[in-house]
């Protein structure tokens, strides 16, 4: 199996839950899809995307369950990012977990499977 991360503002996300769907943060939408990163990535989206952003989740993903919806797609430095061109059902989350920041700035990951 492989899970691709969201690193999301803790209140999108409840209200994603809440809703039954996730269709994607301001970035998402303005781009038409949902942007995910693999474990390999995440740290480097957090740094880029989130810096000194406090009160986030990280949301783990089985990639499997999303079919073709999921594009493998380049992006930052040619890498292949998983891009979700449909709404997510936040039941298939395998896990949220808070995503604090350090006492150097940088974000606290827990560890992540590829």
Known sequence: MTTIYKISPRSEWEAAVAAGTFTGAPVDLKDGFIHFSTADQAMETAAKHF???????LVAVPAEPLGDALKWEVSRGGA????????????LA?????????????????ELQP
């Open 51 to 57: 810096a000194g952003m406090d009160d986030l989740v």
């Open 80 to 91: 292949l990012f998983p891009h979700l061109y449909v709404p997510l059902d936040p039941a």
């Open 94 to 110: 395998l896990w949220v977990k808070p995503l604090p920041l350090g006492p150097d700035g940088a974000h606290l990951f827990p």
